[in-house]
C-alpha cells in the first residue's frame, strides 16, 4: 500500500507523528509533504514533533513547493491521502480546486482520480465558512474527519487519546492499528 500524508498548518503535529509512525510499522509505503505553515506551526509550538521527527518515520519526502514531484500526478499511482492536521486555509484550497501548493495539488489529484482523500480538522470552533468548506470537500468525495478521540476506551494517556484518532483515520483505508479497542467488538 503507498499513501500520501499531507501535513499542514493546523496545530496537531502530534497527530501526524502517530499516523506516520503507524504506517511505518504497519509497512505501508509514506510520502510524506508538509506545507510551509505547519513547518511554522512546529517551531510554534516547539515541544511537539519537529520536521526532522516526521520525515525520519516517512518512506520519502516530498517539497511543498515542488508541483512537478510525482504525487502531482495522476498517473503516480497512490491508495489515496490523508492530510492531518488539515488546517482551515488547507480545506478551503482542497474544497475550491486551489491548487498552489504540493498539499492542495496532491488532494487535487486524489480526488480526480476518484482515490480515497481523509481531511482530518483539529480546529474549534466551526465558522460558517469552514463548514460549508466541509461540506465541499465531502460533495468531492473526500471523507472529512475531526481529530476527536472517544473514551469508551478508557484512555490513561495522551498517547492513548493519540492512538484512538490514528487508528479511527487508518481505518478509512481499510488499515488495522494494533491495540485498537473497538466498541463492543467480540460481544455476542
Not at 508538509?34 to 517551531?43: C, D, I, Q
Amino acid at each position: 500500500m503507498r499513501l500520501v500524508v499531507g501535513v499542514s498548518g493546523g496545530s496537531g503535529m502530534p497527530y501526524a507523528e502517530s499516523i506516520l509512525r503507524a504506517l511505518r510499522d504497519l509497512g505501508v509505503e509514506s510520502h510524506l509533504v508538509v506545507s510551509s505553515g505547519a513547518k511554522r506551526v512546529m517551531t510554534a509550538e516547539g515541544s511537539g514533533p519537529q520536521l526532522a521527527d516526521l520525515t525520519a518515520l516517512a518512506s520519502f519526502v516530498h517539497d511543498d513547493r515542488d508541483l512537478a514531484a510525482g504525487v502531482a500526478s495522476g498517473s503516480f499511482r497512490t491508495d489515496g491521502m490523508l492530510v492531518v492536521p488539515c488546517s482551515a486555509g488547507t480545506l478551503a484550497k482542497i474544497a475550491q480546486g486551489f491548487a498552489d501548493n504540493l498539499v492542495a495539488r496532491a488532494a487535487h489529484v486524489t480526488l480526480k482520480e476518484r482515490r480515497r482523500l481523509v481531511l482530518v480538522l483539529r480546529e474549534d470552533p466551526l465558522p460558517r465558512p469552514m463548514l460549508l468548506n466541509m461540506l465541499a470537500a465531502h460533495d468531492a468525495g473526500a471523507t472529512v474527519m475531526t481529530a476527536s478521540a472517544g473514551f469508551y476506551h478508557a484512555p490513561g494517556s495522551v498517547d492513548e487519546l493519540l492512538h484512538f484518532v490514528t487508528a479511527r483515520v487508518l481505518d478509512q483505508f481499510g488499515l488495522d492499528v494494533p491495540g485498537f479497542r473497538r466498541w463492543r467488538e467480540g460481544e455476542a
